[in-house]
């Protein structure tokens, strides 16, 4: 059984490549590559992507007729500044998924503000019919005690407040969702809002 000859690689000590291209660690295991034909090699405690085609030339198994060291030396250089690129590309992708929780959430408070805007809406509805079903009565029945007349309308004044208030709120989520995906907007200033759109109208129970 014949064992397969391995070359050192001279700028990488330890590891060791072979004819056909297996590279191999200190310990003698073969490496795996990636879709791009590289293999991770560690030093300095650093982990590096370097090239099979630049492990050979490395180990002097591919010469070109035009090599000389000054290009081989911008070669390396070349695979270091790749390697510091590919870690900020990894670590905007990282803000990236950042900003995109904060979109779903924002959409998701959206979504809420509008469900509640359509049973606000509704419970408005109901109470314009009510109004009018007993303006209608009261018409009928000839003139009556003017108080309900004035506790229902402003019944109804709070009603169009809220109804405001909410879409208010609903224009300055859309706002941030927009600036977000733009990117005009940063992470931490889309999770502030005036505080006066958050000021809560007074409930019926609070009504004068």
């Known amino acids: 059984m014949t064992t397969e000859q391995r070359y050192p690689i001279p700028e990488w000590p330890g590891y060791t490549v072979s004819l056909e291209g297996e590279v191999y660690s200190p310990r003698g295991a ?6 791009r034909g ?7 405690a650093r982990n590096h992507r370097v090239p099979i085609g630049l ?3 490395m180990a002097g198994l591919l010469q070109h007729p035009q090599a000389d ?3 081989y030396d911008a070669l390396v250089q070349r695979c270091y500044l790749l390697e510091d690129e590919l870690a900020e590309v990894q670590k905007r992708l990282a803000t990236h998924k950042d900003q995109t929780a904060d979109i ?8 809420k503000l509008f469900a509640d805007l359509a049973e606000e809406r ?11 079903k007993e303006k209608k009565a009261r018409i ?6 003017a108080s309900k007349d004035a506790d229902l309308e402003r019944r109804l004044r709070w009603a169009r407040k809220l109804n405001g208030h909410l879409l208010a709120l609903i224009r300055k989520l859309r706002g941030i969702i927009t600036d977000l995906e733009s990117g005009k907007r940063t992470r931490a200033s889309s999770l502030r ?11 019926i129970d609070e009504l004068p």
């Open 30 to 35: 073969a490496l795996s590559c990636d879709s």
């Open 104 to 111: 779903v959430r924002l959409e998701g408070e959206r979504d």
């Open 193 to 203: 809002l005036d505080e006066d759109i958050y000021l809560q109208p007074q409930t």
């Open 140 to 145: 009928s029945a000839g003139p009556k005690s």
């Open 122 to 132: 509704k419970e408005t509805a109901a109470a314009k019919a009510q109004a009018a």
């Open 38 to 44: 590289r293999v991770v090699l560690r030093k300095d």
């Open 55 to 57: 492990c050979l030339r």
């Open 69 to 71: 060291k000054a290009g």
